[in-house]
């Protein structure tokens, strides 16, 4: 199958750790990388993961605090010192273009590349980046500013043709493209050839969806029925409920409720509070609802 990955760059929350950077992924289709959050040390654990600047072109902010994008400004002034040419799309909620443009033009006042933003409401559901493999669209949550998520889908690919039947029947160059799209062929002679006879499905279409940062939402749980990988915050453990509600964040315990309600294949959890020196709790209670979680942690790279 075509690659499909997620590179965590960092899974802490707010607070700086020895442990963990703050919130950042990167997620590789096909080798086109997307940068999920971009919090201090992005660009440092890009390289430690061995990721190419030169592929990423698509940055997408799920809400304007700082941990989720205070390491933008370093990354784009590296990206200018390589010389970068082309453009960098920074996808966000509002106002990130007005509290970025100064700096760059404080800092860089010579860029060798644009970058563009795309900014939408947090509210809807918004299908915000397309291409011939992929969409991406928000995922609408609710923290103490206008916040989302992001599901990366892909689409489902043409049929695989069956070679051998291609000879068989000799079917010309020019027809193939309809076969692959499910297409029947019609001999010369005009014999109806089943598209089933000449191709075999492709494989399921993938999909990720990040979640982050978020009181516990059911309501998400539609948009994301069935994702293969759900990436959920789990800022707290059970006994620091209470102020898991207060600062609108999600406990271990509430991820893996919305995993199962989903019906995810599997759960990772991240975004954890500094307060715990061991984040094996917070698994243990996510464990006891969705058996199939594990623990986000720095250079981690997982196949969706």
């Not at 607070?15 to 999920?36: E, G």
């Not at 291409?131 to 695989?160: W, Y």
Request: proline content about 5%; some cysteine; aromatic content about 10%.
């Amino acid at each position: 199958m075509e690659k499909f990955e997620l590179h965590i760059l960092g899974c802490g929350s707010a607070l700086p750790t020895t442990r963990h950077f703050p919130t950042s992924q990167i997620v590789n289709v096909r080798d086109k990388l997307f940068m999920i959050d971009c919090g201090e040390g992005a660009q440092l654990q890009f390289r430690k993961s061995h990721l190419k600047f030169s592929r990423l072109n698509h940055i997408f902010i799920s809400h304007l605090h700082g941990d989720h994008c205070f390491g933008l400004l370093g990354l784009v002034s590296t990206l200018n010192l390589l010389g970068r040419t082309a453009e960098l799309h920074i996808h966000s909620p509002k106002g990130l273009r007005d509290l970025l443009v100064p700096m760059f033009e404080f800092f860089n006042k010579q860029m060798t590349y644009q970058v563009l933003f795309h900014e939408f409401d947090a509210k809807e559901p918004i299908q915000i980046y397309e291409d011939r493999s992929l969409t991406v669209t928000t995922i609408p949550l609710r923290h103490r500013m206008p916040c989302c998520g992001f599901l990366f889908a892909e689409k489902q690919r043409p049929n695989h043709i069956i070679r051998e039947m291609i000879d068989f029947y000799q079917v010309p160059v020019y027809e193939l493209n309809r076969i692959k799209n499910g297409a029947d062929y019609v001999t010369p002679e005009g014999e109806i050839i089943a598209n089933a006879r000449l191709t075999r499905p492709s494989e399921s279409p993938r999909s990720y969806a990040y979640c982050s940062d978020t009181i516990y939402l059911p309501s998400i749980v539609e948009q994301i029925k069935g994702v293969d990988l759900l990436f959920h915050e789990a800022t707290f453990a059970d006994e620091d409920a209470p102020r898991a509600k207060e600062t609108f964040h999600t406990t271990a315990t509430q991820a893996a409720w919305i995993a199962r309600e989903a019906g995810a294949k599997k759960l990772m959890i991240g975004h954890f509070s500094a307060r715990y020196e061991n984040e094996n709790v917070l698994l243990k209670e996510a464990v006891a609802i969705f058996p199939d979680t594990q623990l986000a942690k720095e250079t981690l790279c997982v196949s969706v």
